[in-house]
């Protein structure tokens, strides 16, 4: 059928429901392996054929360590769970191994490796023709563990990387309503680092992203997304300006202010596997600044008295000197009276950054006897084209980039040596809350410095300053207001992390087991670090795409207000609840492993 042809019918398709998927009713229960209802081998090599031949038996890549677990097969494999590459590209692992008590990364059945909107399509009406739970996944890097579910089809968009840079685009339908403008078009599989390489080193030009670079791009939009530079710019999923994606009915839609409105707004942060799969986005993209870069100085403090000194002093000094779109990213509060700074800087040299600086670092260095620089403050400002360039980084920063280290793996596969620990980590703890600008008021900045002291003698405290846009341009609240986020992050200067975690491990797989025992003393101390900064932050709101998994209140913590309207969208899309994830939208209304239809729902 003829491209634009198919997509014009299916724009004018009613969501009329069927009777294969009408509204599940209570104690509807999906299909598992070797349970009535569980596709035929004829049917499955039906879907094969439909798809082109990627169908995929998924093959556990743990399994070898069950045989062997101190073998040179196993070692190689839990080598490779520290290349985010390595764990992207192997259908039945995720980025994350598991949270403790909470979920434990299990592979599909099968998997569908699209490369095509078609293959999308065949996959989601398989799924729905055969009561099937259904799985996501484009960079698989989800905390939650919303990108894996054992006994399922998987739906796995990593080969749809397709990048496209536009000069002037216009989103379907809104020829009139608004004007061209530079976006770039990103396939559902393509990660950070390569789109940022494209559109940045290749084509002079920004692009609002995350910061972590194997992250996928459109599951980022899908869950708010922030970058370094979301004060300047906004979230990513304010910065969308169209998007292709199959809902449950199996239809192709094109969502955008024009065509679907209800359901682009939900797409716009309302959470990732929850509405459809999406095969495209399409992102506006800025001018380039003159210059990214940033600072980092580690301060230990030699009592507790001097810590709260030191700590008061930078929140002054933030409040005065950084509260502006120039900086984000983040100071960590840590135990031991330590302050970690780790800041962005936009469109200053160093010289400027320097000067800013100063009136602070020169107060910390003019009191040797309090406080001590275990690492020496250090700046860096480079042409804001290189930034993610792999050539120039390997060769003027090679510290600060690993490689895929694979044999002919591509030369623009690199990731940020800052993201090892998270390649493959086991979860111990998680949890983060919007923190509002008022703290910062000259009367409550001393409840917010006490607040953080006391958070940090149970845990590391993160304060993430790009995750918050006050401060930031009226643009980039602007366009957050026409989005799913929770409205809070518009009033927030910071969202505050604090979390555990350790290296990739599996329950019950010999010499690989998790320190159960560390893990759960670790999440107990993060819950109480969180409850500190409770204190000043009540009903505070939290970031669904970094946030806890036993989260109670999540409607309201991840989406506020806007929690009815994105039901309706849910409702009226995916009126049988085929797509599912942990604390999504409508997720209430099914077990936690997403395969029962509860009474009452």
């Not at 845990?459 to 809070?488: C, M, Y």
Request: charged content about 20%; some cysteine; hydrophobic content about 40%.
């Amino acid at each position: 059928m003829e491209r634009r042809s198919f997509l014009k019918g299916a724009l004018a398709l009613p969501l009329v429901p069927g009777p294969a998927w009408a509204q599940a009713a209570p104690g509807f229960s999906r299909a598992r392996p070797g349970q009535p209802g569980w596709p035929t081998e004829a049917s499955w090599d039906g879907l094969n054929r439909n798809v082109g031949g990627r169908l995929l038996k998924v093959q556990p890549s743990l399994s070898i360590c069950q045989e062997s677990p101190n073998g040179g097969a196993c070692r190689e494999i839990f080598r490779e769970l520290k290349n985010p590459y390595h764990i992207g590209d192997d259908p039945s692992l995720t980025q994350t191994t598991g949270w403790v008590d909470a979920w434990t990364s299990q592979p599909s059945v099968y998997a569908v490796a699209a490369r095509r909107t078609d293959d999308v399509v065949a996959a989601v009406n398989f799924a729905r023709e055969n009561n099937l739970r259904l799985v996501v996944k484009g960079g698989g890097h989800s905390y939650l563990g919303t990108s894996n579910a054992p006994d399922s089809l998987l739906i796995w968009t990593r080969a749809m990387n397709d990048i496209v840079l536009h000069d002037a685009f216009m989103a379907h339908g809104c020829a009139g309503r608004q004007p061209a403008q530079p976006a770039v078009s990103v396939g559902a599989g393509a990660i950070w680092m390569h789109t940022y390489n494209a559109v940045t080193t290749k084509g002079g030009r920004y692009v609002q992203g995350g910061g972590c670079g194997t992250v996928g791009v459109a599951g980022l939009v899908q869950g708010g997304g922030f970058g370094s530079y979301s004060k300047t710019y906004g979230t990513a999923a304010a910065s969308l300006l169209e998007a292709e994606i199959v809902t449950s009915d199996g239809v192709v839609r094109i969502a955008n202010p024009c065509t679907n409105p209800d359901l682009f707004w939900a797409l716009k942060g309302g959470g990732g596997g929850t509405f459809g799969v999406i095969t495209r986005v399409t992102l506006r993209t800025h001018e380039l600044p003159a210059f990214f870069g940033g600072v980092a100085a580690t301060i230990e403090a030699s009592s507790d008295s001097a810590f709260r000194r030191l700590l008061g002093r930078f929140v002054e000094f933030y409040a005065v000197s950084l509260f502006d779109p120039r900086w984000g990213e983040i100071a960590n509060v840590r135990p031991r009276n330590r302050l970690d700074i780790q800041m962005s800087s936009l469109g200053l040299d160093r010289q400027q950054a320097e000067a800013i600086w100063q009136p602070f670092l020169g107060w910390v260095a003019a009191a040797p006897d309090d406080f001590t620089f275990t690492t020496a403050p250090v700046f860096r400002s480079i042409a804001a084209r290189h930034r993610w360039d792999p050539a120039f980084l390997k060769t003027y920063a090679p510290a600060a980039v690993r490689s895929d280290d694979r044999p002919g793996a591509p030369e623009d596969n690199i990731f940020w040596s800052a993201n090892v620990s998270e390649a493959g980590h086991f979860i111990h703890g998680f949890e983060s809350a919007w923190l509002p600008a008022s703290l910062l008021r000259d009367d409550r900045r001393a409840g917010l410095t006490d607040a953080l002291i006391a958070a940090a003698r149970h845990s590391t405290v993160e304060i993430h300053f790009q995750k918050g846009l006050a401060g930031g341009t009226a643009q980039a609240a602007a366009t957050a207001r026409d989005t799913a986020t929770n409205p809070v992050v518009i009033d927030a200067f910071a969202l505050a992390i604090i979390a555990s975690e350790g290296p990739p491990a599996y329950p019950g797989l010999r010499g690989h087991e998790p320190d159960l025992r560390d893990a759960r003393r670790s999440a107990k101390a993060i819950a109480v670090a969180i409850a500190e900064l409770g204190r000043i932050a009540p009903h505070a709101g939290s970031y669904v795409a970094e946030s806890g998994y036993f989260e109670t209140d999540w409607q309201n913590a991840y989406w506020g207000a806007n929690y009815a309207r994105l039901l309706a969208v849910k409702t009226k899309y995916d009126p049988s609840g085929l797509f599912f994830v942990h604390h999504g939208v409508g997720s209430e209304a099914w077990s936690a492993d997403g395969f029962t239809k509860l009474a009452g729902r």
